[in-house]
């Protein structure tokens, strides 16, 4: 067998019993906190406060004893606060987005940080099926934030030819994508809809011209029906991955060729460990019950999280896979906590929404959840979708029409209907391209009242 018809980029690891995952887990975990305490002043405070003891943790089930961090915790200390490397030893600063009016976190990585980084994501490329060769189109920002990186070292450790393109136009995408012969693409699953839509409008006979097999995409939740729209209009086979910012983004988690609809995604155990918890009361939930995702990563130097609060709703399962990978596997995320929107009692997820709008051949990439408070306090919500084309508002008797069948589809999804479904023009609403991570805060326009005792 050659060296490129092997399933595995590192079989050895990425084969390892389960049993011995979790032994490494365990060992890294406790060797991490011990660190963590050694050389940063916030977790050596914390830690003490708490009364952890890095020798008690006898088990994976001991973690627990470690407190939980959020997002709150960590604006309150200063950007720089969870560096653990000497200076003399960084090679790369990063930071997340600060979106939101957070203050972006400063996320820094160590020579040996860059060579794991690079191996996690070329695992994850060598997944989806490229080999030495292949041409990868990397759409994702080359800047502070660090979702183009880590594809970038991984497409190079495997011996791809990168293009690290960042965002650019949906014409100079489509050239790039014949002109260069890229086999692989990444980016945002909002860019290949988009990019979806753009083929389909212009009537590019793109699979004729590009030879482009697969994209990996993620940044943002997105629906089976986002998914079948880009592979059957682009002519590949998309796959999900899972990164965030703060753990030096792509190369926490990647679905396999399988492409399980429960459990795709194999998250790599021996550099996180990841865990599933009630977002409400911080509980661990039962394998496979969906939960908020927490992540420790056991092998940055540069700047280790510890039991970091994700928010993003999943669920977690290590049955073992078809592939023969023994890593855990995520289930799509749904979306966050933050993102669901309670209307009158009920949580509405826009990734919900998104997937029913999908189902109807007239919808485009786009839609708004505007959400209000009538006069005698009751909230409802209005629903603006673009359309693909403009024919479909022509006539009004069908336009209304395609509006009461989106409405009933939505009600018959969440349980709630919205008060109207405002259809508009292509280009009538603002794209989203994933520079907003997997918040879907632009997709949610609260109009309600704040209250201020909040």
């Known amino acids: 067998m050659s060296v490129n018809d092997r399933p595995y980029f590192q079989p050895d690891l990425e084969t390892l019993p389960a049993e011995r995952l979790r032994e490494i ?10 660190r963590a305490m050694e050389e940063c002043s916030f977790y050596a405070e914390l830690y003490r406060k708490e009364g952890v003891e890095p020798e008690e943790i006898r088990s994976l089930e001991d973690v627990r004893k470690v407190p939980l961090l959020d997002r709150e915790r960590l604006r309150r200390i200063p950007p720089s606060g969870l560096i653990c ?16 009016r957070r203050r972006p976190m400063l996320v820094a990585a160590t020579q040996q940080d860059i060579d794991y980084w690079a191996d996690l994501n070329a695992r994850s490329l060598w997944m989806i099926g490229l080999r030495p060769g292949d041409v990868l189109l990397n759409t994702y920002p080359m800047g502070m934030t660090t ?23 949906l014409e100079r995408l489509v050239d790039l994508l014949v002109e260069a012969r890229v086999t692989g693409i990444c980016g945002s699953s909002s860019m290949a809809l988009n990019l979806a839509n753009y083929v389909e409008r212009r009537k590019i006979p793109l699979q004729e011209k ?10 943002e939740p997105w629906s089976r029906a986002t998914r079948e729209r880009i592979q059957e209009t682009l002519g590949l086979k998309a796959y999900d991955h899972y990164g965030m910012n703060e753990l030096l983004g792509p190369g926490m988690g990647c679905e396999c060729q399988v492409r399980d609809r429960s459990f795709g995604m194999h998250t790599w155990a021996d550099a996180f460990l990841c865990e599933c918890i009630d977002p409400r009361t911080g509980d661990p939930v039962p394998d496979e019950e969906e939960g908020e995702l927490v992540w420790t990563s056991l092998v940055w130097e540069g700047t280790p999280l510890i039991r970091y609060r994700s928010g993003d709703l999943s669920a977690i399962t290590w049955r073992p896979c ?5 890593h855990p596997r995520l289930a799509p995320i749904i979306g966050r906590t933050e993102d669901a929107v ?11 929404v998104e997937e029913t709008l999908l189902a109807f051949e007239e919808a485009g990439s786009q839609f708004r959840i ?3 408070r009538d006069r005698k306090g009751g909230d409802y919500f209005i629903l603006r979708v673009e359309l693909k084309d403009r024919s479909y508002l022509r006539k009004d008797e069908a336009r209304k029409a395609l509006a009461r069948k989106m409405k009933e589809a939505v009600r018959q999804a ?3 209907a919205p008060r109207e479904v405002d259809l508009v023009c292509p280009g009538g609403l603002k794209k989203t391209g994933g520079s907003e991570e997997k918040t879907a805060a632009v997709r949610v326009e609260d109009r309600r009242p704040k209250d201020p005792r909040s």
């Open 25 to 34: 887990q365990l060992d890294r975990f406790r060797r991490m906190i011990r």
């Open 85 to 100: 490397a000497p200076t003399d030893r960084i090679r790369e600063i990063h930071s997340t987005s600060g979106r939101q």
């Open 147 to 169: 979702r183009g990186f880590g594809l970038h070292y991984g497409a190079l450790k495997l011996g791809m030819v990168s293009i690290p393109s960042g965002p650019l136009s």
């Open 210 to 219: 590009a030879s482009c097999r697969v994209a990996l995409l993620g940044s």
């Open 322 to 326: 078809d592939c023969g990978r023994s």
């Open 342 to 352: 309670a209307i009158e009692g009920i949580l509405l997820y826009p990734s919900q």
């Open 370 to 372: 505007v959400v209000d």
């Open 414 to 416: 969440t349980g709630l």
